[in-house]
């Protein structure tokens, strides 16, 4: 029941993905002007593909800046996934997921909200300092004694840092342990 809700809330906040930006947020990227959207595709010496990502440029202020935005996926050298990711219009992971290279996945993680402090373009792209990120993740492991993977961990990060309650569960998907950050 409880991985149920768990795969409910990640699709539900996956669809809400445009709300992730706060006001103060959209308000300072307004002005950016987009010029191109171009497909990148990065490959490994054995000629399979290891990154494809897209390359957005914008100008402001008659500068120049590119970020990767739209889906990015990173590839095992044996062509199975490794990596999922959605990014923002401006670079930023709205959502993540990560495989094994059995092609299990490991990790799920999706951006609740993206928030800046910036007071101008200029420091916006200076650094990431001004950045606030929150994100709820959900880690996943494998039960030996199952032979499938099951919600382990799930708990939400505050720009890398565990924030609020996190919860472990054992390979029955009952509760092991809470833990209050």
């Known amino acids: ?10 699709v539900l ?15 300072l990227v307004k002005d950016l002007e987009q010029i191109t959207c171009k497909t990148d595709t990065t ?25 990767r935005t739209g889906k990015m996926v990173q590839y095992y050298k044996s ?12 670079g930023n992971i709205k ?6 290279r059995k092609g299990n996945k490991t990790l799920e993680s999706v951006t609740i909200e993206i928030d800046s402090n910036a007071k101008s373009m200029d420091e916006f792209f200076d650094s990431q300092n001004h950045m606030t990120f929150k994100t709820y993740t959900a880690i996943y492991r494998c039960s030996k004694k199952l032979g499938t993977y099951y919600l382990y961990k ?3 990060w505050i720009n890398g840092k565990k924030n609020g309650v996190w919860t472990t569960y054992d390979d029955n998907e009952e509760v092991k342990k809470e833990k209050e950050y």
């Open 43 to 67: 490959y490994y010496k054995n000629g399979n593909v290891w990154w494809t990502t897209c390359w957005t440029t914008y100008e402001y202020n008659s500068e120049k800046y590119s970020t």
């Open 1 to 10: 029941m409880k991985r149920n809700f768990t795969i409910i809330f990640l």
């Open 95 to 100: 959502s993540r997921k990560n495989f094994d």
């Open 13 to 27: 906040i996956s669809t809400l993905c445009n709300s992730q930006h706060s006001e103060r947020f959209l308000e």
């Open 79 to 90: 062509g199975q996934i490794a990596n999922e990711y959605s990014l923002d219009n401006y």
């Open 154 to 156: 799930e708990g939400q």
